[in-house]
């Protein structure tokens, strides 16, 4: 019911930002929690940050908080996260995702809706 396309990755050193955005459609977006998750060069998915229905509860991993910033657009049907603070360990490819559900969640398995993925490497 739902199809994401994530956009806005790419090469940066260390130090650097990006703003990845996440254009979903389908059907309304503004009723479910969305979220980020990553995948490194021979590591699991893991989460990287999550944001509820309205935009207004925002979780974050440990290894994240304070370096990035979760955002969502509802009139527009977007989803987005602040880089800012890059380290080379922020490398993988950057999945956006989207849940059934109102809530910010952190586990994959809370989630029913995947993007392609968009690849962000960071130099050292």
């Known amino acids: 019911q739902v199809q994401l396309v994530e956009s806005g990755g790419g090469l940066v050193q260390a130090g650097g930002s990006l703003r990845l955005s996440c254009a979903a459609s389908?059907?309304?977006?503004?009723?479910?929690?969305m979220g980020w998750f990553r995948q490194a060069p021979g590591k699991e998915r893991e989460f990287v940050a999550a944001?509820?229905?309205?935009?207004?509860?925002?979780l974050y991993a440990d290894s994240v908080k304070g370096r990035f910033t979760i955002s969502r657009d509802n009139a527009k049907k977007s989803l987005y996260l602040q880089m800012n603070s890059l380290k080379p360990e922020d490398t993988a490819v950057y999945y956006c995702a989207a849940r059934d559900a109102t809530g910010a969640r952190s586990r994959i398995g809370e989630y029913d809706y995947w993007g392609q993925g968009t690849q962000v490497t960071v130099s050292s």
């Open positions: 389908g059907r309304t977006v503004g009723s479910y929690g």
């Open positions: 944001i509820n229905w309205s935009g207004t509860v925002p």
